[in-house]
């Protein structure tokens, strides 16, 4: 069996529920307790990737949070947060920049928000969500990012 098989079989957050952003003010927030995880999004009805107009796929992130929410009596607080939407990933990215760190990390701190709809140009709407992010304390890892400490966020704009 290989590392990339086991780590997926015995990985906690496969036993913590989804979060769902369904109402305007729902939030969620704790420490990042497992190392945050990125794959392709898909499209709704398939389970073919989702493709953006540069032709890469649109990537999210899985990110599971130790919270003091808990669904019921049974359940430890631990809860799987999907970065997935534009909005959603634009305020993440936000607030990176107000904490002046490069990345989500194991120990750091993040709230979610769900804030209201935005109408889009397409005359639709989308969910707006704001995000608050806490570097977990000792080093950041700058040095990986070059003399001007610029993170990974600066070609998404």
């Known amino acids: 069996m290989t590392q990339a098989i086991w780590d997926a079989l015995s990985s906690e ?5 989804i979060f769902k952003f369904n109402n305007p003010g729902d939030r969620i927030g704790g420490v990042i307790v497992e190392e945050p995880r990125t794959f392709p999004l898909t499209e709704y009805g398939s389970r073919e990737p989702k493709v953006g107009k540069d032709g890469k796929p649109v990537m999210q992130i899985l990110l599971t949070l130790a919270t003091e929410v808990t669904a019921d009596e049974n359940h430890d607080g631990k809860w799987r947060v999907y970065i997935d939407k534009p909005l959603m990933k634009s ?7 107000a904490a002046g760190a490069p990345t989500l990390e194991v ?10 709809l935005r109408d889009t140009r397409g005359g639709g709407t989308a969910k707006d969500f704001t995000a608050e992010y806490t570097a977990p304390d000792g080093p950041l890892g700058f040095g990986e990012l070059g003399e001007t400490g610029d993170g990974p966020w600066d070609d998404a704009k």
């Open 91 to 97: 305020a993440v990215i936000r607030a990176l920049k």
């Open 107 to 116: 120990g750091g701190e993040v709230t979610v928000t769900f804030t209201g």
């Open 13 to 17: 957050s496969d036993f913590a529920p």
